[in-house]
């Protein structure tokens, strides 16, 4: 199933995005996008730091970061996601020309108890197709319940910014599945980090079970011929990303466990190293793959995800962090150790689109999928799955008292979790779509679209028909007409 990515093959491409035609491209390359923009990416890197109540950004660089692949007609996002939202405007004309929403590592920090005593600064960028004439590109951030807020903007001339310059790529590049132009795909890319040159044989082995994984879920597997996927063998010094004492080693991309205080939260906390090892290959979406065994895996909306593909339970993860990055899905789980200060009962509409805080059963943003006489909210056996969840818990403790091999310890998750399985397909209303409450981290006040579900367990049935959706429309914005 792998290919090499022949060197030439990638020249010609370059050249066909150079003069905007090319077989593929033609057809589809919107007369706006030859208005307003020329054929090659420009990345905007600038600083998010805040705590205490303040919030600020600033530039630290322009950059040339490639042709552009993403796509030439669905350049203003629709789509309503993300805590925050880049819109790029003509100087002139104030003309929206491109948009997209997004999340932050920073947005996630903000939720945190340390962000009421400290500051912190987080380096974090955006691309978009390089503007011909002077733009404004803004920042706006989402208030909370509904719309967005003007929070900074910045001027940019593209006659000031070096034009873009071949960098030589961070490593060899290698395609997993290839179904077209990069306009009009979603092109995903999955960097190694933390594998030696020793290691990379098991890279490749790693990507493809992920990527398999994948592909043998809906919505995936019946839209694969909207994907392409590439992998770059990013080479470091060690294996692994943990260095003495699990501290952060020597890995590309300081990609590190631990974030925010959770033992299993894993990203990179480099943006512009993970941009410029990015950029050797087409790309709207980044899966870091990290070569560890112990569990972990992180996933932000628009900007990246991690997984440890040692685990035994790395296919699920990647899936799970996968839909957060791609498709803003939320956490459909309520019963962990979560560090996010979210608070009380009452919640506002989450923007994600498999979470709701059902101020208006009428107004359900999944209302179409709710067949009719299902109630709202949908009852479930609540008592019954967190008890189950105790029993568990106690089980695990008298384990450890006596002394546990890691097989027991796999032994006994995969018990609890084909109990968890079956307990929740046994509920009346499993396999419909409703409003259950217990999701995002809350055991009250939101809810999620389906008793069980990738986003709330390690569910072997796939996602729910909410989050089918919202990873559909998102395959649409990249690889739709
Ligand atoms: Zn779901």
Known sequence: MTRRFVPGTAALLVL??????????????????????????????????????????AVSQVVGDGPWPGSRTRLVDDTDLGTYRVDVLDARSGTRLYSRGFSSVYAEWETTAEAAWTHKTFRESVRFPWPQAAVEVAIRKRVPGGGFRDLWSTSIDPRTVAAPAHRPPAGAVWTLVEHGPP??????????????????????????????????????????????????????????VRGRDGAAGTSRLATQYGV??????????????????????????????????????????????????GHDAAPYVFVHEFAHHFAGLGDEYYSSEVSYETGGSSHPEPWEPNLTAL?????????????????????????????LGREHRARRAALDKRGTTPAMVAEAVRDELEGVRQFLAGLRYAGTVG???????????????????????????GFCPVCRRAISRIIDLYAGQ
């Open 183 to 240: 306009a009009e795909k979603v092109d995903l890319l999955l960097i190694a980090e933390g594998y030696t040159r020793g290691d990379i044989a098991a890279f490749h082995a790693d990507a493809e079970r992920l990527v398999e994984g994948m592909f043998a879920l809906e919505p995936y597997r019946s839209r694969r011929t909207g994907f392409n996927v590439r992998a770059l063998d990013l080479v470091s010094p060690e294996s692994g």
């Open 260 to 309: 925010f205080g959770m033992d299993r939260y894993l990203l990179s906390m480099d943006d512009p190293a993970l941009r410029d090892a990015a950029a050797a290959a087409p790309y709207e979406f980044i899966a870091v793959v990290v070569n560890e065994r112990s569990y972990g895996g992180g996933g932000i909306f628009n900007a990246h995800a991690t997984v440890a593909a």
């Open 359 to 387: 101020a208006d059963p009428a107004a359900l943003k999944w209302r179409d999928l709710v067949k009719p006489g299902t109630p709202l909210p949908t009852p479930w056996d609540r008592e019954g799955y967190e008890r």
């Open 16 to 57: 066909a995005f150079l003069h905007g035609g090319g077989p593929g491209t033609a057809q589809s390359s919107a007369p706006e996008f030859d208005r307003w923009f020329t054929p090659a990416t420009m990345r905007l890197d600038y600083v998010h730091v805040g705590g205490l109540g303040a919030e600020q950004l």
């Open 435 to 461: 409003a259950f409450e217990g999701a995002g981290y809350q055991a009250e006040g939101l809810y999620r679209p389906s008793v069980n579900c990738v986003m709330f367990t390690r569910d072997p049935g």
